[in-house]
């Protein structure tokens, strides 16, 4: 069975001060990691895929890095408005669902 | 502009009645989902669909039933059968299964 679970589950930052956000996965082939922001209320936004070890993704303030075990979203200088809840999900080349993890709310005070 | 929509935004039933939640999709994807979120936790899957006609039970289908007779349309039904029904409703779209998938704005779902 899949599993993903990440980590910190609340994460309270200052303006500008970097950080990152985890996402540990076991996963039967690994067919992409994705990852999504959901701001309250409202579906979540989809940010990157990534789907082989070693492999990066960037938008803006968030870096988005694989390794075969784990991934981790790097948040550079964070600003309020990237307040949100970060869900990492996986998919598996055995099934057709993504399993999501119990994503990181992320507080960037100003 | 392409998109996924699901209506009504919120919506409130008595206890015993069955509801239906739409969600479309002009994107032209194959595959849908439903998931089921309740506070502070992650998206539960309760059913999908590859193509039109056919669909799939996730985790959580006990209570839920979903048709699939558009491709564009994939409407979930919450019988009085699921016994806590309260929740925050996402349809999804991709445009095969296992691509990323894009998200409708939610249902927020209230029985008393």
């Known amino acids: 069975e899949d599993q993903v679970t990440q980590s910190p589950e609340a994460l309270r930052l200052q303006e500008g001060e970097s950080s990152s956000l985890n996402c540990s996965y076991t996963v039967s082939g690994l067919r992409g990691l994705f990852w999504y922001r959901q701001d309250p209320g409202k579906g979540p936004e989809f940010l990157f895929t990534?789907?082989?070890a070693g492999e990066e993704k960037e938008k803006e303030r968030l870096k988005a890095t694989l390794t075969k075990k784990e991934s981790f979203l790097h948040i550079t200088a964070p600003k309020p408005e990237d307040s949100a809840t970060y869900l990492c999900a996986v998919g598996n080349n055995a099934g057709n669902m993504l399993t999501f993890g119990g994503g990181t709310r992320l507080m960037v005070k100003p | 502009d392409g998109g996924i929509t699901q209506s009504p935004k919120y919506l409130f039933r008595k206890e015993g009645q069955n509801v239906t939640l739409s969600c479309e999709q002009n994107?032209?994807?194959?595959?849908m989902y439903w998931y089921r979120q309740d506070p502070g936790q992650g998206l539960r899957l309760i059913y999908y669909s590859q193509i039109v006609n056919d669909f799939q039970k996730g985790d959580i289908a006990e209570g839920y039933s979903v048709s699939r007779e558009k491709k564009e349309s994939f409407p979930l039904t919450v019988t009085s059968a699921q016994k806590n029904p309260t929740a925050f409703y996402l349809c999804?779209?991709?445009?095969?299964?296992?691509?990323?998938?894009?998200f409708g704005p939610g249902t927020r779902l209230t029985v008393t």
């Open positions: 990534l789907y082989s």
């Open positions: 999804a779209s991709s445009i095969t299964s296992l691509r990323e998938q894009y």
């Open positions: 994107l032209n994807h194959d595959a």
